[in-house]
T-cell receptor, first 114, second 116 residues
Framework: AQSVTQLDSQVPVFEEAPVELRCNYS??????LFWYVQYPNQGLQLLLK??????LVKGINGFEAEFNKSQTSFHLRKPSVHISDTAEYFC????????????FGGGTRLMVKP | DTEVTQTPKHLVMGMTNKKSLKCEQH?????MYWYKQKAKKPPELMFV???????INESVPSRFSPECPNSSLLNLHLHALQPEDSALYLC???????????????FGPGTRLTVL
């Protein structure tokens, strides 16, 4: 069975600074990887996904992530954050042979300060 | 229309009440999901419906009763809940339940449930 670890529960950062949110997973089979964002009192919105092909994936709102198979990582990055990026970010994994089931990491709260 | 809608937005109920949560999508998706999310935690899967049939029940207590009356609607009937059931209940849908390739889950905004 797969597991997902988000190493930082909170990441404070100043506005316009770069940020990286870390995600590591473990699985014995091929995986698909996702990053979701959850703004306060809202549902989850897909930021980006890695299914196959290029390991650098670009998503919405200027975010990108890189799939590193050897390090089993899928870290999320943004070169310059805005106050409006303050939210909870969830990394999720789906195994190739597990239907459409998602396993979520514990979440990282990104706090952007002025 | 790429939206999943959920009603009500907020619900407060007593432990002896019976209430229902409703979820609707018009994207032609054939898989629908219920998740429970406690504060500062990731969503936990409760149920999956595939082609209107219950495919997965993650050992959810019987006080939660899901229903899928048609391919666009998903209900969650609540009865005799406990205060610890207070949480955000999220509904999601996807094209089907065969695999994750180009089959992302679309989430609704959730129902904030408080059990007194």
């Amino acid at each position: 069975a797969q597991s997902v670890t988000q190493l930082d529960s909170q990441v404070p950062v100043f506005e316009e600074a770069p940020v990286e949110l870390r995600c590591n997973y473990s699985s014995s089979v091929s995986v698909y990887l996702f990053w979701y964002v959850q703004y306060p009192n809202q549902g989850l919105q897909l930021l980006l996904k890695y299914l196959s092909g290029s390991t650098l994936v670009k998503g919405i709102n200027g975010f990108e992530a890189e799939f590193n198979k050897s390090q089993t990582s899928f870290h999320l990055r943004k070169p310059s954050v805005h106050i409006s990026d303050t939210a909870e970010y969830f990394c999720a994994v789906s195994e190739d042979n597990a239907g459409n089931m998602l396993t979520f990491g514990g979440g990282t709260r990104l706090m952007v300060k002025p | 229309d790429t939206e999943v809608t959920q009603t009500p937005k907020h619900l407060v109920m007593g432990m002896t009440n019976k209430k229902s949560l409703k979820c609707e999508q018009h994207m032609g998706h054939r898989a629908m999901y219920w998740y429970k999310q406690k504060a500062k935690k990731p969503p936990e899967l409760m149920f999956v419906y595939s082609y209107e049939k219950l495919s997965i029940n993650e050992s959810v207590p019987s006080r939660f009763s899901p229903e899928c009356p048609n391919s666009s609607l998903l209900n969650l009937h609540l009865h005799a809940l406990q205060p610890e059931d207070s949480a955000l209940y999220l509904c999601a849908s996807s094209q089907d339940f065969t695999g994750a390739l180009n089959n992302e889950q679309f989430f609704g905004p959730g129902t904030r449930l408080t059990v007194l």
